[in-house]
C-alpha cells in the first residue's frame, strides 16, 4: 500500500511523538509540518528532514500533497483546525481530548463523511496489558462485571518544571485539568478493555485546583482542576470509580482493578517508572479460596502498534481507528458530566 501523506500543526513535544512514530512507520510519509514558533518548526524540519514547512495551518490543510493531517496542539484551539480539514475532505488524527465539550464533537461528527477521525486518548490501549485484560474479560473469567476502579495520583515532585504550559490546566484552552491530560486515558482504556459495555447513566463528581503550597506547579491563572473524583453508576448495577490527580500532597499511588462476581483483574494503564508492569487475575476457587495468576507481564508479547500506524492502516484499509468519533463522544459526555456535577454539587445524568 501507498504511505499515507501526512501533515502534521503542532511540533511541541506531542507533535515531535507523532514524527517519531511517523518516522518507524512505513505507511506513513510526513511530508509538510506547521507551527505557529518558528524556532520549534524549524528544529523539527532539521532532525527529521522535511522539507515544507509553515508558519499557519491553513496552508498547510490546503496542500495538494497532505492526504490527512494530525492535530497536535491544545483542545482549545484544535475544532475550529480540525473542521476546516473535514471541509477540504482530509482525513484527521485528533490529540486527546478529541474536544473541549459534547457540542464540538458534534460538530466535528457532523463533518466527518467518509473521512477516517482518530482521537490520540486510546495511547494505551496499544499494548500487551490491554490485550491481555480484553482476552480475559471477553472469556468470562470475572463473571459479571460489579466495579471498575481508578485511582491514579502523583505526588508533587521536588521542584516544580520551568514556564508550565498556560493551557494544561485551563478550561477555555485545553477543556480542563488532570482529567482530560491524564484521566482521559483511564477512561478509555477501560472503556476498551471491557469491550464498551459500560454503560454510565449518572456521575456525582467533583475537583479541586492546585493547592496554594503547589501553586507553582501549574501555570498563573490557571482554573481548571489538579485533582479530580468522579463516580458513576452504570447499567446493570456496575459502579465505576474514578479518581486522578497530579502535584498531590501524598506518595504517588496507582491502582486500576476490575472486579467482577468470579474475579478481580489488576492493570497497569500507565505502569509507574521502576516498577515492572503486570495484569494479575485474582480468582475464586471453591474449596482454595481465592488463587492469584499472572496473566502478562512485562516484556512478554508486548503488541506492535501505536495511535498512528492505526490511524494510517485506518485510512487504507477503509476502517475507522481504534477510538472513533461515535468512541469519543462517549468519553465527552462523562468528562462534560464530571465538570457539570462538580459545578452544581449534584449528580448529573448522563444521556
Known amino acids: 500500500m501507498e504511505p499515507v501523506r501526512l501533515g502534521i500543526v503542532g511540533c511541541g513535544v506531542i507533535g515531535t511523538q507523532h514524527l517519531d512514530l511517523a ?37 498547510l490543510i490546503n496542500d ?22 473535514l471541509e477540504r475532505k482530509k482525513h484527521v488524527l485528533l490529540e486527546k481530548p478529541v474536544a473541549r465539550s459534547v457540542e464540538e464533537v458534534e460538530k466535528i461528527m457532523a463533518l466527518q463523511g467518509d473521512r477516517v477521525v482518530g ?28 466495579m471498575v476502579r481508578v485511582r491514579g495520583v502523583q505526588g508533587a515532585p521536588e521542584a516544580p518544571r520551568d514556564n508550565p504550559p498556560l493551557w494544561r490546566q485551563n478550561m477555555e484552552q485545553n477543556g480542563g485539568g488532570v482529567l482530560v491530560n491524564v484521566g482521559i486515558y483511564d477512561l478509555d482504556y477501560m472503556m476498551h478493555v471491557t469491550g464498551w459495555e459500560l454503560k ?9 485546583p492546585a493547592a496554594d503550597p503547589m501553586s507553582v ?18 447499567e446493570r ?40 508492569a503486570a495484569v494479575v487475575l485474582d480468582r475464586f476457587v471453591s474449596g482454595e479460596g481465592v488463587v492469584r495468576e499472572m496473566l502478562w507481564e512485562e516484556g512478554q508479547g508486548d503488541v506492535e502498534n501505536d495511535i498512528l500506524n492505526d490511524f494510517v492502516c485506518a ?16 468519553l465527552q459526555k462523562m468528562i462534560d458530566a464530571i465538570y457539570a456535577s462538580a459545578k452544581s454539587g449534584k449528580s448529573v445524568s448522563i444521556s
Open 237 to 276: 448495577g456496575i459502579v465505576f470509580s474514578m479518581e486522578r490527580g497530579e502535584f498531590c500532597s501524598m506518595e504517588t499511588d496507582n491502582a486500576w482493578e476490575i472486579v467482577g462476581t468470579e474475579g478481580t483483574l489488576y492493570v497497569p494503564v500507565r505502569p509507574q517508572k521502576g516498577i515492572p
Open 23 to 59: 518516522e518507524k512507520c512505513s505507511l506513513a510519509e510526513v511530508v509538510a509540518i506547521a507551527d505557529v514558533v518558528e524556532d520549534r518548526v524549524r528544529a523539527a524540519a532539521e532532525r527529521f528532514d522535511i522539507s515544507t514547512t509553515y508558519d499557519n495551518d491553513d496552508d
Open 217 to 234: 506547579y501549574v501555570a498563573p491563572n490557571s482554573d481548571a482542576d489538579s485533582h479530580c473524583v468522579g463516580l458513576f453508576l452504570c
Open 315 to 330: 485510512i487504507r484499509e477503509g476502517r475507522q481507528p481504534r477510538t472513533d468519533l461515535e468512541q469519543s463522544l462517549v
Open 200 to 208: 454510565p447513566k449518572v456521575v456525582l463528581a467533583t475537583w479541586w
Open 64 to 85: 495538494e500533497q497532505v492526504d490527512a493531517v494530525v492535530l497536535a496542539m491544545p483542545a482549545g484551539f484544535r475544532t475550529p483546525v480540525a473542521l476546516k480539514v
Open 119 to 146: 482521537c490520540c486518548s486510546s495511547r494505551f490501549v496499544f499494548t500487551g496489558h490491554a490485550e491481555a485484560a480484553t482476552r480475559c474479560i471477553a472469556s468470562g473469567g470475572l463473571g459479571e462485571i460489579r
